[in-house]
């Protein structure tokens, strides 16, 4: 365990045009990795992960962090971790075939379980949530037609496919994006939505504890391998936001977010021209501030009237974004605030 001390603290972001007075504290960890997971535990307490094994977490508000070693996964891609506290997490990789695992560690990282390895050829898993600190799911990319959806009751030490008849058939091209381990979200009561883009973006909804999925369409950007939602999020059992557009045309605001008042039986297009500034990674609901704030490599945005329009906050780019937390490239992690609170 090594810890790695703020390089760059309380830094004012370049200015924007009608951005509210917006301020990033920010910490770039010493290996410099492009973090893509993020964790909140809360408002002092987080963990990130990302490329070339990257594990850490910090206790003091981000000042500092302990990068933590994971054996035999260097060479991993840590897109997603999901924490339950100060000293348990589960990291989830995305990658082809092998490259896709899931560890555990219920000891601050001194030690870490393999629970999981992809062993489908043409496997590639996106995401996990968990409803509690024993139910979860996990969601992969089609194989043969279908969306991998693996449901644990045992907080992640065993996994079960569903069955091939539950399953989520997938249209030809349509896939799950693991760009920050959010193209899943769930909710108390067996809630559970998994976003998806490339030939269609579609949002499936569950309401059994991922045993059962139904698919519903949304006025998102699709059509091509770099389109589609990419991030999805629920404050409560009805008011839900994704976000996403094509990551190559990152400055394409079109379709590039939508916003569900019933649960995600329907979804709505923004207000035009009051969409998001471009392709966006990463959304979460601020209960602090009681604002949506939205990311991606080129900027971030906030939303006060529950996604129906956004407005600048960030110039900075970040991959991931819950709550107040965000991280990115070149190691890059922070807690986005503004000089005031904003109103809903």
């Given at each position: 365990?090594?810890?790695?001390?703020?390089l760059?603290?309380?830094?004012w972001l370049?200015?924007c045009?009608?951005?509210p007075s917006?301020?990033?504290?920010t910490?770039k960890l010493?290996?410099a990795p492009?973090?893509?997971?993020?964790?909140?535990?809360?408002?002092?307490?987080?963990?990130?992960?990302?490329?070339?094994g990257?594990?850490?977490?910090s206790f003091?508000?981000?000042?500092?962090?302990?990068?933590?070693?994971?054996?035999?996964?260097?060479e991993?891609?840590?897109r997603?971790?999901?924490a339950?506290?100060a000293?348990?997490?589960?990291?989830?990789s995305a990658?082809?075939?092998?490259?896709s695992r899931?560890?555990?560690t219920?000891d601050?990282g001194l030690?870490?379980?393999?629970?999981?390895?992809n062993?489908?050829?043409?496997?590639?898993?996106?995401g996990?949530a968990?409803?509690?600190?024993?139910?979860g799911?996990?969601?992969?990319?089609?194989v043969?037609?279908?969306?991998?959806?693996?449901?644990?009751e045992?907080a992640?030490?065993?996994?079960?496919?569903?069955?091939?008849?539950?399953?989520?058939?997938?249209?030809d091209?349509e896939?799950?994006?693991?760009a920050?381990g959010t193209s899943?979200?769930?909710?108390?009561?067996?809630l559970?939505?998994i976003?998806?883009?490339?030939a269609?973006?579609r949002?499936?909804?569950?309401?059994?504890?991922?045993r059962?999925?139904?698919?519903v369409?949304t006025p998102?950007?699709?059509g091509?391998a770099?389109?589609?939602?990419?991030?999805?999020?629920f404050r409560?059992?009805?008011?839900?936001?994704?976000?996403?557009?094509?990551?190559l045309?990152?400055?394409?605001r079109?379709?590039?977010?939508a916003?569900?008042?019933d649960g995600?039986?329907?979804?709505?297009?923004v207000?035009?021209?009051?969409?998001?500034?471009?392709y966006?990674?990463?959304?979460s609901?601020?209960?602090a501030?009681?604002v949506?704030?939205?990311?991606?490599?080129?900027?971030a945005d906030f939303?006060?009237d529950?996604g129906?329009?956004?407005?600048?906050?960030?110039?900075?780019g970040?991959h991931?974004?819950?709550?107040?937390?965000?991280?990115?490239?070149?190691?890059r992690?922070g807690?986005?605030m503004?000089?005031?609170?904003?109103?809903?």
């Amino acid at each position: 365990m090594i810890r790695i001390a703020s390089l760059c603290l309380a830094a004012w972001l370049p200015a924007c045009t009608n951005v509210p007075s917006a301020v990033i504290d920010t910490v770039k960890l010493a290996s410099a990795p492009s973090l893509r997971g993020l964790s909140r535990v809360d408002h002092q307490t987080a963990w990130v992960s990302g490329s070339s094994g990257s594990v850490a977490r910090s206790f003091d508000a981000g000042q500092t962090w302990d990068y933590l070693a994971v054996p035999g996964a260097a060479e991993l891609d840590f897109r997603d971790v999901e924490a339950f506290g100060a000293n348990t997490a589960v990291l989830m990789s995305a990658g082809p075939a092998e490259a896709s695992r899931l560890y555990r560690t219920e000891d601050g990282g001194l030690s870490w379980q393999l629970l999981l390895t992809n062993h489908e050829a043409n496997g590639f898993w996106d995401g996990i949530a968990f409803w509690d600190s024993a139910r979860g799911l996990l969601v992969g990319d089609p194989v043969v037609g279908c969306l991998t959806v693996m449901l644990t009751e045992d907080a992640g030490h065993t996994w079960t496919l569903l069955p091939a008849n539950a399953l989520p058939a997938a249209v030809d091209g349509e896939f799950a994006f693991a760009a920050s381990g959010t193209s899943v979200a769930v909710q108390p009561g067996g809630l559970a939505w998994i976003a998806t883009g490339g030939a269609v973006a579609r949002v499936y909804c569950s309401r059994d504890y991922g045993r059962s999925w139904q698919a519903v369409a949304t006025p998102m950007i699709a059509g091509s391998a770099g389109a589609g939602i990419f991030s999805i999020a629920f404050r409560d059992a009805q008011h839900g936001v994704v976000v996403g557009g094509d990551y190559l045309n990152p400055d394409l605001r079109e379709a590039s977010s939508a916003y569900t008042v019933d649960g995600g039986k329907t979804w709505r297009a923004v207000t035009p021209g009051m969409e998001p500034g471009g392709y966006r990674s990463g959304v979460s609901w601020c209960a602090a501030r009681r604002v949506w704030i939205a990311v991606g490599p080129e900027g971030a945005d906030f939303s006060n009237d529950d996604g129906r329009t956004w407005q600048p906050l960030l110039c900075d780019g970040f991959h991931a974004v819950d709550q107040e937390w965000a991280s990115g490239s070149q190691g890059r992690t922070g807690q986005v605030m503004s000089a005031k609170p904003l109103s809903r």
